[in-house]
């Protein structure tokens, strides 16, 4: 007779978020070493999802609405759910599986033993529910305690790649209105360019305007907005001498994969809830105009692993 625990976790949706959740799911893996783990979540984070080794199984039929995802949790009869996704679909996923629900770690389901969990940043939120369900008894929940993920392992996705020339990763990308202008991205890829930097753009898409538009002021600088899934992003990353973009999924991604990286951000955002956590030098403003270009540039010495972006 199979005895092995299985185990459900669920984390479907938004990237910041699932990149944020793989923190919590190394401590799931550590915790449930034996078990059967298999990983709820949609199509376009089934690659990177897979390459973590955190999971037996990545099931990325997530984008099913609640009754169908409802009837599949409880068809295959998991003894444990972690919720990571916190929304209100897993929240109707929980109530539609009663009156024979497993164990569930996550929406409504600790919200007596997690207080003031809104207001805590997702790292030290999701240390918490695990605290709270047993898997982390000694979970670091102060404000700013809890460990940032660690992609590092990502590079096996590229095994013995071939030795490229330093590069930065620009990311200009971001909501209207909290970027750092586009000509001061443009003027610092310059400046990479004349350190012996190469530049390269990623992003969603839409944003190959932003690119183009860096080229202009340097023509050699690699375009590959729209062009690269979220592992792929990853491995950039994690080769990259430095990132440097505004706040948004892609540069949270950046950072866990190990770039060290300088971070726009308004001044109206509470870092120690949502800013970002790792090897990040964050730079705030009123207005991110007020941000030089050398003032970037002077970050990025102490930042990068070599001395080459020294001016």
């Not at 050398?294 to 930042?303: F, G, I, P």
Request: hydrophobic share 45%; glycine share 8%; charged share 20%.
């Amino acid at each position: 007779m199979n005895t092995t625990e299985k185990i459900l976790v669920i984390k479907l949706e938004d990237l910041t978020s699932f990149v944020m959740a793989f923190a919590a799911m190394k401590q799931i893996r550590l915790a449930h070493g034996e078990a059967h783990i298999t990983l709820l979540t949609t199509p376009a984070f089934g690659p990177i999802a897979k390459a973590s080794g955190y999971f037996n199984a990545v099931d990325t039929g997530g984008d099913m609405e609640s009754l169908s995802l409802s009837r599949a949790v409880k068809k295959k009869k998991f003894d444990r759910v972690y919720d990571l996704e916190a929304s209100q679909k897993t929240a109707k996923i929980y109530s539609l599986m009663w009156p024979f629900r497993p164990p569930w770690t996550g929406h409504g389901a600790l919200k007596d033993k997690t207080p003031g969990l809104g207001a805590m940043h997702l790292l030290e939120r999701n240390a918490s529910l695990l605290q709270a369900a047993g898997a982390w008894p000694d979970a670091p929940t102060r404000p700013g305690d809890a460990p940032p993920p660690d992609l590092s392992w990502i590079l096996k996705l590229a095994p013995g790649a071939a030795r490229l020339k330093p590069y930065v990763l620009l990311v200009p990308g971001g909501t209207e209105g909290r970027c750092w202008p586009i000509n001061l991205y443009g003027e610092l890829a310059v400046h990479f360019r004349s350190v012996g930097f190469d530049n390269v753009v990623i992003g969603k898409l839409e944003d190959a305007k932003l690119a183009r538009a860096i080229q202009r002021y340097d023509p050699t600088a690699r375009d590959l907005t729209g062009r690269t899934d979220y592992a792929q992003i990853a491995v950039l990353s994690a080769r990259a001498a430095l990132a440097v973009g505004n706040e948004c999924s892609a540069l949270h991604l950046a950072i866990a994969a190990g770039a060290p990286t300088i971070a726009f951000y308004p001044a109206s955002v509470n870092l120690t809830r949502d800013g970002p956590r790792g090897h990040v030098a964050v730079m705030q403003a009123e207005d991110l105009s007020d941000i030089k270009v050398d003032q970037v540039a002077r970050a990025a010495v102490n930042m990068a692993p070599t001395n080459a972006v020294a001016s």
